[in-house]
């Protein structure tokens, strides 16, 4: 048609383009250089072009176009010159695009261009709904074949069609046979021939609705309408409106299953126990509270029940000498520590009280000096039981670091016990008698009873809201260039926040800040980006006094954060473990104090679950945000607007790949970004003060968290329940299980191991994905095998299944091998008599010896003297002679001459 072509490319490329309108009869009267781009996929782009243009010389496309300048679909405008001259001076409406073909059921959306620029602002503006993905063909800083390539695989693998043909024309490709490995004939994908069979469900009332739902959704207004009968324009405007009030019911039900809050209930416990144990207890207390009157009537509780308490008073939070006095007390029977009493902020480690820093020192001197006895620690209104009841955050710290040590040390773990700050005689009896508990470990002990900590279901849904929050005026975001902090800045200018504070210790210097603010100002927002060390006073000062009056701050969300290094607490310093507390305890104090009793719309504090159920490695981070929980309980206390959300792992900047993966495996997979932010804003809508967010799969995650010791956090939980619940075998008890074992006791001890063997190496070979059960190799270790805590406790309920033995989740750990694991099978289906069981425990154990042996250093050996006292231990066996003196093991020796000296002495080489 008429008019004038804008061509844009490298000026070669533009000027081949020209050339090709001009053949084609078409005048291209301009030439805009605008973009240097060359690539030798150009051709097929090229390709690509004129096929469109000879689309438009026809008049309306035979394939349908959404524009960006209308946000619609098109027909002939195409061919309009005008309707180019606006596509060049107007807005680019790429959003409302996307969000046509989202509603029109598209869900893989490719990006043909030289870098993944739409395909980010796709993902960023959470369009095309949670199922769609948005592919780049070409990659900055990639090679450019191999992206396509990867591109092409991609949209394959989502089931975009492929001419496969076409792809590999010309390039000299041929069929060829999968190779196996030697020995091995294995099926490759294909499934061997006349197993695939066809089933046609039946139409239930529930398909129905759903195919209804899907016709809605992802048909056109004129097509739908078409099917109904009624005129098209009537289905204009409800047509949108339905899909997307659909698509938000689905996801405010998914996200309403990721809601849960911390409950409080109470368990009966008998304060006439006496315990018959006889030891020590040791009384862990500040030396500036020594003569504090709750540690009297806490001693005098204890001594009244018939325990002896001594007194451990510690000064400073000086782990090695701590260790040593530790060593000096024997048959300690328990440590209950009173240390949190002394909440003076640290002079040097400003985020952490003295009663925090010296908690965290105790339970490292313990592991220090392996002292074997429980440690029970006690807190001072930690927690906000009751409603309005406030809460101490120096003393919350002690509970979050709690949650961690349960994971870590279970077995010298004993628990918190949050009391009032005035402890009388009955509160302390029942302090002692909640000591006792079977199991519990997260204990308040208010107005006479003992309460328990459970989490409990909390559904959005039936919570109404309050209000219809709107950001207005100035939002500050801490860690606002951050993963999630750039989330949030996202979500609130899509609500039209009227201006954004973001900071970060970088600033406008942080990787992506610029891109960032340039997609918000393109949406409308003004925004500030300042650099600021939220854990310094008087820049938190500085900061607020620089936002102008006209803009005053009406709402926090403070999401930054500094994640600790991943290691037990026995391996982390002091100055670690501050270190997260500044940004997360330290800038939310700060900005509670600066702030005072300004009225604010909102005050959100960005906490975890680590805080609630614990994290494996991560003690100092639980801490920090258990104290942000009790920062909003206590801000709500006197009156203040606070929500603090202890979320779980998000799929935005919290964690990798890799990491990914494996909270998947344990059941909590990263949440997506979108429908957590949606979430965050319904509850603002609610003005809930405290909540749990997590993905949690409790079928996969309860069994691996109650894998060392009952957790009762999740007792309330009646999926949590059923999933550590022991279960029977599929054909119930006295059955099968019963039959092996009357099997078993009828054959010879060579034959009952064999089959024992054939049956954990079928079900370990299962877990693992092999082909068949002879190619694993029972020797080696479930280790080295690859089995992790979810393979340990899958396989532990296949056994037990199939055996009717109640084995416990730590079977693999407790039994190296699958060797080991069948012979400890066989011994509990097949009990033989005691001097059979000793001489297979004794040789376990030097099984075990041996091992152990092996990691020990050479300058060990030495300075234990470990060759003497083997030594001595095998002149004790019956019928052993004594050595003579040249067949003794010098004290000298190494540790192959202690290792030849075994097998010597014992008959094994």
Known sequence: GPGSVVVSGLESEAVRIKAYFGAEGRKATRLTVSHAFHSPLMEPMLDGFRAVAREVSYGAPSVPVVSTLTGTVVSGELSDPEYWVRHVREAVRFADAVRVLADKGVTTFVELGPDAVLTAMGRQAGQGGEDSEFIPTLRRGHEEAAAVVQAVAHAHCRGTGVDWAAFFAGRGARRVDLPTYAFQRSWFWRDPEGTVTSVIAPVTPDAADTAAWNALEHTDADTLAARLGVPAPALGDVLPALAHWRRRQREEIRTDTWCYRVDWQPVPVDTDHRPTAEGTWLLAVPATHADDPRVRVLAEELAARGQETVRLEVAEPDRAALADRLRTYTRVTGVLSLLALDDRPHPVLRSVSYGTACTATLAQALNDAETPAPLWCVTFRAAAVGDGETAEPAQAAVWGMGAALALETPETWGGVVDVPDTVDAQTARLLCAALTTDGEDQLAVRDGRVLARRMVRSPLAEHPAVRDWQPRGTILVTGGTGGIGAQVARVLSSRGVGHLLLTSRRGPDAEGTAELVAELAAQGTPVTVEACDIADRDAVRRLLASVPADRPVTAVVHAAGVMQRIAPLPELSLAEFAAVADAKVAGARHLDELLGDRSLDAFVLFSSGAAVWGSTGQAAYGSANAALDALAHARRARGATATSIAWGPWDTGMVDAELADALDRIGTPPMASSPALEALCRILDRDLTHLV??????????????????????????????????????????????????????????????????????????????????????????????????????????????????????????????????????????????????LMAALHQLDWLGEALTALRPEDVERHRIPGRLQALTAKLPGTRQSAPDEQLADDASLGDVLDFIDKELGLS
């Open 693 to 838: 967010v997590a993905d949690l799969d409790w079928a996969r995650f309860a069994p691996v968290y109650a894998m060392a010791r009952p957790r009762p956090l999740i007792a309330a939980l009646p999926e949590a329940r059923a999933a550590v619940a022991p279960r029977a075998s599929a054909t119930g008890p006295g059955q099968d299980h019963t039959d092996l074992a009357q099997r078993l006791k009828a054959m010879p001890r060579a034959q009952q191991d064999r089959i024992t063997l054939e049956l954990v190496r079928t079900h370990v070979a299962q877990l693992l994905g092999y082909d068949s059960p002879t190619a694993l190799d029972p020797a080696r270790t479930f280790t080295d095998l690859g089995f992790d805590s979810v393979a340990a406790v899958d396989l532990k309920t296949v056994l037990s299944a199939a055996t009717g033995l109640e084995l416990p989740a730590t079977v693999v750990f407790d039994h190296a091998t699958p060797a080991l694991l069948a012979v400890h099978v066989r011994e509990r289906l097949c009990p033989q008599d005691a001097g059979d069981s000793a």
